[in-house]
């Protein structure tokens, strides 16, 4: 389990990237971790790690502090999809794995085997294994920096997983990577989170993987805590939000008075959300069809991808906890 209470972690130049944060990760349980660039995901993950010292506040990671931790007993992988690196940095936290470059895919999964002593009959188990499943088995003889960003990106997960991680972080693992390589990856992620053996944390911009993989999400925003629970409760709690868009001939008129609750107009479009038990969709489709020339216009429930930008827009600072 991870426990983390009040943490806090301020820089020296007064940026506080982590403010007052209080969190609970079951053991086996898949976490997404969501917001804007600069909301302190960043900064949480490398706190779980160890590899900052906190502030302020409380946090423990199977027991132990991760900030100069003794034991092995439990371990912590990472994968970043923004930090394809030209060197192995062990020394970037305990389970990090960063790939060499000018090795081949074979003698980096060999490296992998002897830093962590896994056992030669389980090393070629796991790699029988992994490798079909990623399609990497035909890259071996291959150097890391002759592979494609997306075979690169599942050599780095297959490695990660070849030591089996009690905690496994991806930071942004979708970036840049092609549509056949992201179901590679959330397959076996998918597999992972089913056996409830590995406790995962995920950050990605893309919610529609989030939803697929993870049984939560916690949704930072200016290092605040703002959002901590499922995605059913997102969506119950947006229940009565309706997304409407409407494109004109012409400039679209005002909207007056009408209680929405936001808008955007992009070029002749007109998007509005609204809450259907204080004003209906009838009522505001009658008045912009009266006061506009209109071409389309369609009416739906926003996805949860949506509500989070939303909630990135709103900057809400409240803590759900």
Excluded: W
């Amino acid at each position: 389990m991870i426990v983390i209470k009040n943490l806090t972690k301020t820089f020296p130049d007064g940026i506080t990237a982590v403010n007052d944060i209080s969190l609970h990760i079951a053991r086996g349980e898949a976490v997404g971790l969501i917001g804007a660039n600069g909301a302190g995901k960043t900064t949480l993950i490398k706190l779980i790690c160890g590899l900052y010292l906190p502030t302020s506040g409380y946090i423990k990671v199977f027991g132990e502090n991760p900030f100069g931790r003794k034991t092995k007993e439990s371990s912590i992988g990472m994968v970043t999809g923004q930090m394809i690196t030209d060197g192995y940095n062990y020394h970037f936290g305990h389970g990090s794995s960063l790939l060499q470059d000018d090795l081949s895919l074979r003698l980096n999964m060999e490296m992998i085997k002897n830093i962590y002593r896994i056992p030669t009959d389980l090393y070629k188990q796991r790699l029988k294994t992994f490798l079909p499943e990623f399609d990497l088995q035909d890259q071996l003889h291959y150097r890391l920096n002759q592979l494609s960003l997306g075979q690169r990106m599942k050599a780095e997960v297959a490695a990660v997983l070849l030591f089996q991680p009690d905690l496994l972080i991806l930071d942004e693992p979708f970036i840049g990577i092609d549509v056949v390589a992201k179901e590679a990856i959330r397959k076996i992620l998918q597999q992972i989170v089913s056996r409830r053996e590995t406790t995962v944390i995920l950050t990605t911009h893309n919610v529609e993987e989030l939803e697929k993989i993870c049984d939560r999400v916690v949704f930072l925003d200016s290092g605040r805590l703002v959002y901590n629970g499922s995605f059913d409760r997102l969506k119950q709690s947006h229940i009565g939000l309706n997304c409407m868009q409407i494109k004109f001939q012409g400039a679209p008129p005002d909207l007056q008075d009408f209680p929405i609750e936001r808008y955007r107009i992009d070029d002749h479009t007109l998007t509005i959300y609204y809450d259907n038990s204080v004003v209906s969709s009838k009522d505001i489709s009658n008045y912009l069809l009266s006061h506009g020339k209109v071409s389309d216009i369609l009416i739906q429930k926003p996805t949860v991808e949506e509500i989070i930008k939303e909630l990135y827009k709103e900057g809400n600072h409240g803590n759900d906890n």
